[in-house]
């Protein structure tokens, strides 16, 4: 009777805790569209660009969302980008070539970075700026790279910790039976564990594309300007909505103003969601591709 009660307990405490959780997701949501939607039109993006002339890039835009747009996008594919091929390797690293000792070592080393505040990184990406500055004689300043390589940083444990997490999940029959027909550790990693830790993999990846896409303390040390236009190349300053909409927020002088902000917020919100879809899409193929073939 008492196991039977615990276990409705914890259902309930269970349900009571997702539905405050979906409550807060959507009362934020609805928030923000209750006071931004008003703001979304073809001026908050283009201003007074006319939208074609925009996206071909013939006339720049300085009083519209398209140039901070671009540059978040820019951002956030360029810190994955940076990001995956070394968390993957050494996720692969720490589940199957590491011993003990180095495991444990690496992994309490991973896990303090995971913890690291990102205004802490975004002093690191600055130091190194500064230190570039100095050794190019002046020819490197903050830009789109550096935040693009401290955002990298940033996710790098995660990555990490996912990619091992999901290899060492597989069950130990499947980890041992292409060695034991013949497959070298490499075949193995390559033709088995990744593919069957493809979905845990893909969803650190996921988790990644957020947290690059809503930072501003890292970005606001390495680069981002209030108003630069489409970014010209890695080495150059570019706008990125989390800090327009800081900028919005805390400096704003009309109820105008201010409404643009919530539009900012809304767009941002699109942004990541369209990022997501076309990660979970891929994630769906690629999973799918391999159900196939093993």
Request: glycine fraction near 8%; charged fraction near 10%; aromatic fraction near 12%.
């Amino acid at each position: 009777m008492n196991r039977r009660l615990i276990d409705i307990s914890v259902t309930g405490f269970s349900w009571a805790s997702g539905i405050v959780l979906l409550a807060a997701v959507f009362s934020i949501i609805g928030f923000l569209f209750v006071k931004g939607y008003g703001a979304l039109d073809a001026s908050l993006i283009f201003g007074d660009t006319n939208p074609v002339d925009a996206l071909l890039l013939r006339k720049p835009v300085f009083d519209g969302l398209f140039p901070a747009m671009v540059g978040t996008f820019l951002l956030v594919v360029l810190s994955v980008v940076l990001a995956v091929p070394v968390g993957l390797a050494t996720g692969i690293y720490m589940a199957e070539y590491a011993d003990g000792a180095v495991r444990h070592f690496l992994g309490f080393f991973f896990d303090i970075l995971a913890g690291i505040p990102s205004i802490i990184v975004g002093l690191f990406g600055f130091s190194v700026t500064v230190f570039l500055h100095h050794q190019f004689s002046g020819r490197i300043y903050p830009c789109l790279l550096i935040s693009a390589l401290s955002l990298a940083f940033l996710v790098l444990p995660y990555l990490i910790r996912t990619t091992q997490v999901a290899i060492e999940e597989i069950p130990l029959e499947v980890r041992l039976t292409a060695p034991a027909l013949g497959a070298t550790q490499l075949q193995n990693v390559c033709y088995v564990l990744i593919p069957r830790a493809l979905s845990g993999i893909l969803t650190g990846v996921i988790l990644s594309i957020g947290r690059c896409a809503e930072d501003t303390a890292v970005i606001m040390l390495t680069g981002v300007v209030a108003t630069t236009g489409v970014p010209r190349s890695l080495l150059s300053s570019y706008e990125a909505l989390p800090f327009y909409i800081y900028t919005v927020s805390s400096q704003y002088v009309d109820h105008r103003e201010l409404m643009t902000g919530y539009g900012a917020a809304i767009v941002l919100l699109l942004i990541c969601a369209s990022l997501f879809a076309s990660a979970y899409l891929i994630k769906y193929l690629l999973t799918r591709q391999f159900q196939v073939r093993f």
